[in-house]
């Protein structure tokens, strides 16, 4: 029997376009230190309490 699906790796074809550039915004960055202080907060009073 012949396998009925195509490998992905090999079909690019049915690959959407890539956009020509992505636009990094100001907020993402934000974000990302926002997250990050929020663990070293949340991981400093967790060893306060222990």
Known sequence: MEPTQRNSAQDTGDLP??????????????VLIANAAY????????????
């Open 39 to 50: 663990i070293l907060l949340f991981y400093v009073l967790m060893n306060i309490f222990t």
């Open 17 to 30: 376009p890539k956009p020509e550039k992505y636009i990094w915004k100001k907020s993402y960055t934000m």
